[in-house]
């Protein structure tokens, strides 16, 4: 039974940690004084074993509500860092570092910006043909590649089969490469390069296009037999990713900015937390967009030319419908969340006292009244700025 005894001075000392630390020691003490009592009546009464072992239980669970009831465990408020105005751009700043320590300082980024490796990547170009189906483009023959070859100047063809790279002997020399591996080629890691007399299987071309004739620009290629073929500068392929998100970037400031509402002070507020949070899903997206293989033909596949785009629209615009919410319901004077909403008013009563909630600037500069939402929409909302007299009412 003395075990049973020091098991529940445990469970109450373990719902001591509960209680407020200002009141946690006198509570515990007072406690233990008398879950001894308890014992000691029940041992002399002669209780038996079972009728002890349960009061004493019951005894002990009831600590923890009353631990419990003393009070919240500190006075700190948790919801008050969340409306603080810095907390939207800490947290964009520590999601931005976040990413450049996984991503090895955003490193698909700097790649694509570079361009390829040791070259210089408006020189070379890869040959692509139209597959006729929704103006996706395919990698050439192996006779488009025969006829290609014969008005090239300088032409590398390539097969590639998964981590394998078939290379035709002019193939590093065009890239001014030297073989070896494992080679980075199109974001691609190739483990196995294998030399061929002649391209084979799926073809993608490489060419130097001729400077001062006729290929020397990006877009359509007349060939010899009477095909046309599309060009893709391999440089500006690859640098391609880094253009959709800082579009969507400056995009989206514009369409906030004509769309938040204009207070003078809020507005530089507004702008720089968006461009931040925009800016760290831009950089999330182009990181993932710059790891995209390049396919042999250099255009674009359902990923690249669709899913890619798609994402990024719903993104930015998901970011930036999240960010004015937010901005809606901030005080215009100190930036910081509004909080304890009040409903006021009643449907039956629309003419003189129409439903709408109010929230408070916690710092007393005012507070905002939202009418709530009746059949055929409801008016915007409108913030009542308090004067100086308020600030007493407020911590
Ligand atoms: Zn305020």
Redesign the pocket.
């Known amino acids: 039974m003395r075990m049973l005894l020091l098991a529940c001075q445990f469970a109450i000392r373990l719902a001591s940690l509960r209680a407020p630390r200002a009141l946690r020691r006198p509570w515990r003490e007072e406690w233990l004084t008398e879950v001894g009592y308890a014992y000691r009546d029940l041992m002399a009464r002669g209780e038996s074993r079972r009728t002890t072992a349960w009061d004493l239980a019951r005894f002990s669970v009831g600590a923890f509500p009353d631990a419990a009831d003393l009070g919240p465990l500190s006075d700190f408020d948790f919801r008050a860092p969340l409306a603080h105005p810095a907390f939207p751009v800490a947290a964009a700043l520590t999601l931005l570092a976040l990413l450049g320590a996984s991503t090895d300082g955003l490193r698909g980024c700097r790649n694509a910006w570079a361009g390829p490796a040791g070259e210089r990547g408006e020189e070379l170009a890869l040959v692509a043909r139209s597959s006729r189906v929704m103006g996706m483009e395919a990698t050439p023959s192996a006779n488009d590649y025969a006829a290609w070859k014969a008005v090239g100047a300088r032409i590398a063809g390539f097969a590639m089969e998964d981590a394998t790279l078939k290379v035709t002997p002019e193939f590093f020399g065009v890239l001014g490469a030297t073989p070896r591996t494992p080679f980075a080629f199109l974001g691609r890691t190739i483990k196995t390069v294998q030399t061929l007399e002649g391209p084979s299987g799926r073809v993608g071309v490489l060419i130097r296009p001729r400077t001062g004739g006729r290929w020397d620009r990006p877009g359509r290629l007349p060939t010899p037999n009477g095909s046309v073929a599309g060009l893709h500068f391999i440089g500006r392929r690859m640098r391609e990713p880094l253009i959709p998100p800082a579009a969507g970037l400056l995009l989206s400031l514009a369409a906030g900015l004509t769309l938040a509402p204009r207070r003078p002070r809020a507005v530089g507020y507004f702008l720089v937390k968006t461009a931040l949070i925009e800016g760290v899903f831009a950089a999330c997206w182009a990181e993932i967009a710059c790891r995209v293989p390049i396919p042999p033909s250099g255009g674009h596949t359902a990923m690249t030319g669709f899913l890619l785009p798609a994402a990024l629209s719903i993104g930015c615009g998901a970011v930036l419908w999240m960010s004015l919410r937010d901005h809606e319901r901030r005080?215009p004077?100190?930036w910081?969340r509004l909080a304890k909403p009040v409903r006021i008013g009643s449907h039956a009563s629309t003419m003189f006292e129409s439903p709408r909630e109010e929230i408070l600037?916690l710092?007393g500069?005012?507070a905002l009244v939202i009418p709530e939402r009746i059949l055929g929409g409801a008016a915007p909302a409108d913030w009542i700025a308090f004067d100086e007299s308020w600030q007493d009412c407020f911590v």
Do not use: A, M, S
């Open positions: 005080c004077v100190c910081r600037c710092k500069h005012g």
